[in-house]
Each structure stands twice: as C-alpha cells, then as structure tokens.
C-alpha cells in the first residue's frame, strides 16, 4: 500500500481530539473514520476528504480540491487533493473541518 505516511500523520495529529477516530486501509490508503463513518484517508495519488454533498461547493472552494473520481465517475459529496496540497496546514484542516462536520451528522454504527 502505497501512500504519504507524513500526509497519514498530518490527518492523525488533526484528527486526534477527536471521539471515537479508527484507522481502517481500503481505496488502497488509509482512511480515518469516526465512529465507522469515513472521514479522510490517504491514496498513493494524494488524499480524500468526504465531506458530503452539503458541503461539496465549500470544499470545492478551497484551493487545490478536486472531485474524487476514482472509477473517472465524480462521486458527489467527496473530494480530493494533491500530496503537496494536503501537506499545507489551512486547506487539509479546513476539510477535516467539513469532513468532521459531515461524520458527526450519522448515528455510530
């Protein structure tokens, strides 16, 4: 599996406050989920954030997001970015934000 461990720790450190954090690999990442809900993770080409269709125009807002289309179909309410782009402190906790936002609207599977 190939992927950022340093961008992994990033989310990791991000994502440490809060409740009910698991790691899981799939999408051939890493993906953080709370509660069972996917949250973010990391792929070999950058990362992902599944912020939900509410918010997909605010995170696509940001600089450097993109739709998430692994099969080249857009899958709504998630988007993607760069290894160098999640790097940057502002836009990967930003959509932590987003993401965390979406996660806590379902009940803990």
């Known amino acids: 599996m190939a992927y950022d461990e340093g ?8 994502l440490a406050d809060e ?14 989920l709370r509660y069972g809900h996917m949250v ?5 080409d950058g990362g992902m954030f599944r912020v939900g269709k509410e918010r997909e125009d605010a995170a696509m807002a940001i600089e450097g997001a993109e739709p998430l289309s692994f099969t080249g179909r857009k899958m709504g309410g998630m988007i993607e970015a ?23 609207s379902f009940p803990p599977k």
Do not use: S, Y
């Open 7 to 14: 961008n992994a720790q990033l989310m990791r450190e991000d």
């Open 82 to 104: 760069t290894d160098a782009v999640i790097a940057e402190d502002a836009p990967r906790q930003a959509w932590i934000k987003l993401a965390l936002e979406n996660a806590r």
């Open 40 to 44: 973010c993770g990391v792929h070999k």
């Open 19 to 32: 409740p009910g954090i698991t790691e899981k690999k799939m999408f051939g990442g890493l993906c953080f």
